[in-house]
């Protein structure tokens, strides 16, 4: 089946079937966004992770229903404007639970910089050479702070 076919499968859905749906995902992502939020918070960024997959497939599932929706917005005021008001809400709180992710995603990526910056730091001053060079102090080499480590800021 092409992609246009499935948009189209999709649009040609009853009203309050393409709404559940939209409902059914938009639930299966806020909650996979909350398991990671807790998951961070925790500090379990492996088992975090983990959840990005279905996180990724969800929010795909997700968008895909959400434009069709837009798509068949008049269509579905008239058929099942009570399952559109409910879905609103949902999104609603979709926004609230990413801002949440977002934040401690961002505060994750934050203190996993400043650990892995004061490691550096500190192997770096422990291959440090410990004698005096000719001005009478302590030879200091500035690349050598971070000499075999690597700061992956992609998070």
């Known amino acids: ?7 189209a499968a999709i649009d ?4 309050t079937e393409l709404c559940g749906r939209a409902e059914t995902a938009l639930a299966a992502l806020v909650d996979v966004m909350n398991q990671e939020t807790v998951l961070l918070r925790a500090g379990h960024l492996r ?10 497939r969800l929010a795909q599932d997700y968008v895909t229903l959400a434009r069709a929706i837009q798509r068949q917005n008049q269509r579905l005021a008239l058929e099942a404007p009570a399952a559109l008001e409910h879905l ?9 639970q990413m801002a949440e992710n977002l934040r401690v995603l ?4 934050t203190v996993t910089e400043d650990v892995l910056t004061d490691v550096a730091k500190t192997v770096g001053q422990q291959d440090r050479a410990k004698t005096y060079g000719t ?3 302590v ?4 690349n050598a702070a971070a000499r075999g480590i690597a700061i992956n800021r992609a998070l």
Do not use: C, E, V, Y
């Open 135 to 137: 001005a009478g102090r």
């Open 47 to 56: 088992q975090a992770g983990q959840l990005t997959p279905d996180k990724t």
């Open 88 to 96: 609103r809400t949902g999104h609603d709180r979709l926004a609230t």
């Open 139 to 142: 030879a200091q080499d500035p």
């Open 12 to 15: 040609s859905l009853p009203a």
């Open 106 to 109: 961002a505060t994750a990526k």
């Open 1 to 7: 089946m092409t992609a246009a076919a499935r948009l």
